[in-house]
């Protein structure tokens, strides 16, 4: 069974509506750059009107670890989820599950539409992280697309059967660390992301947005393919 993960809640409205259609997991997004950044102040009052087995997650990037600990108690969060470079051995002593980032570059695919070159496959092959050195130490790893510096949220999918990041997948399942997948997911990609990932999970943030914000419909259609599609398995 495929998880779904709305990321960049903002509001009780929204994380309703994620939740009445049957999402798994809801995400903060802590980060003060991002134009989905939430205050720990809105996450908690969010958190505590929510039904008691919702996971919550909490976005990072190279946040100091004290803090970090500090908002997942403030906000009853479940998990966290790392951005940036961060160190993972910085993070064991909070007690909650810890979920790494693996943000891809899409710059090169996508300024030439498409068209796969023996260097861009050289490059994915060069971001084959440490999986052995994070094994015990995290719970899942993420793997997102990155546009222009932008991590994550970029609604720019990537090359999901590009060689080189099926050897990345091969690897990740190697290790059996499940493997949640985000990057331009929407409800008209998402079934064909899992056929040709198959994940533990998929991530979604700008693919259930309208005009930048989330909507509802959009929601509810993505969280049905993934339902629908796992029917037909």
Known sequence: ?????ICGIQSLEEAKWAIYAGVDAIGFI???QSKRYIRPEQAREISLSLPPFMTRIGVFVNENPTIVAEIVQKCYLTAIQLHGDEDIEDYQ???VPCIKAINI??????NSAGAHT????QSFFELQPPLKNWVGMIQGILVDASYQGQ???TGSPLPWDDPSLQHLFDSIRRF???????GGLTPENV???IRTVKPYAVDVSSGVEHLGTKNQDLIKSFIQKVKTFEDEL
């Open 93 to 95: 002593t909070i007690a």
């Open 151 to 153: 991590l994550g949220g």
């Open 105 to 110: 570059s899409v710059d090169h695919y996508i």
């Open 118 to 121: 023996n260097s861009e496959h």
């Open 1 to 5: 069974m495929v998880r779904v993960k």
């Open 30 to 32: 802590f980060v003060p």
């Open 191 to 193: 079934q064909r992301a």
């Open 176 to 182: 059996d660390i499940p493997l949640i997948l985000a």
